[in-house]
């Protein structure tokens, strides 16, 4: 209730018209409150890095196993949740439902077939994938217990699996990362069981390079671009209020 009155004292607090409900209290006072002033970010890009938002090519990008959470985490957990479905009562005219199931759509379109050989090879290995909840925005090491031992046989010729995970080279995840590239490479010389389940596992007890693609990830892919539009409208809305130079041709570029 405090919180509720000091953010109707606050011109800022009219930035959210019509971009989330009175109710979203939370993220108001949580957004405002880690951008403190749009002028210290250069662009909404500089600004999407230090919530650990950054986005290329329009998608999201989800933090490894075994690297460094970038961005400030707690901005993170204030952008990244249900997002779509708590505000879409509050929404007239649908924007935020009909980017929800736009961005699913183009998510599930890029990644099907991945998605549909991460089922495969969990199959072959008898395992599920890890569609495990995310807290903070970012996948949690704790608990990798289920796929911290490699199996040595799947009973089944993996040749197949790793001629089609060979073919979806082009993903980004797959083409910008040397590791995972290096490992498909190996793994096309010599097809182990070993070396195809330390592609997909995302423990890093086995050095997994977490190449796995499931609904869940997807989903967490959504919140992150819903997250992002948001602070990206905060940012604009805020530097236009000040009367400020809306760097719209470099965040183009950034």
Not at 56 to 83: C, Y
Not at 124 to 151: C, M, Y
């Amino acid at each position: 209730a405090e919180v509720r009155k000091m953010l109707a004292a606050t011109p800022e607090n009219a930035l959210f018209d019509d971009l989330v409900g009175d109710g979203a209290v939370k993220t108001r006072s949580q957004v405002l409150t880690f951008i403190r002033n749009p002028r210290f970010y250069p662009t909404a890009g500089h600004l999407r890095s230090y919530a650990g938002l950054k986005l290329k090519e329009g998608h999201a990008i989800e933090r490894r196993h075994g690297t460094a959470t970038s961005g400030n985490p707690e901005f993170k957990r204030a952008l990244v949740f249900d997002f779509a479905e708590k505000y879409w009562q509050n929404d007239p005219i649908g924007f935020w439902r009909d980017l929800y199931y736009a961005y699913k759509a183009n998510q599930y379109y890029r990644f099907w077939e991945l998605i549909t050989l991460t089922d495969d090879v969990f199959d072959a290995f008898g395992r599920k994938p890890d569609d495990e909840d995310e807290r903070d925005g970012s996948t949690d090491d704790a608990g990798d217990e289920t796929d911290a031992e490699t199996p040595t046989d799947t009973g089944t010729n993996i040749r197949p699996l790793v001629d089609r995970l060979i073919a979806l080279q082009h993903l980004d995840l797959i083409a910008k990362s040397p590791n995972t590239r290096k490992a498909i490479a190996a793994l096309d010389r010599d097809p182990t069981p070993q070396l195809l389940w330390k592609i997909f596992s995302r423990s890093p007890k086995i050095g997994g390079l977490n190449l796995q693609m499931t609904g869940k990830r997807v989903e967490r892919q959504v919140k992150r671009c819903l997250g992002a539009t948001l602070l990206d409208a905060i940012y604009y809305r805020w530097l236009a209020a000040i009367g400020d130079r809306l760097p719209i041709a470099e965040d183009y570029l950034h």
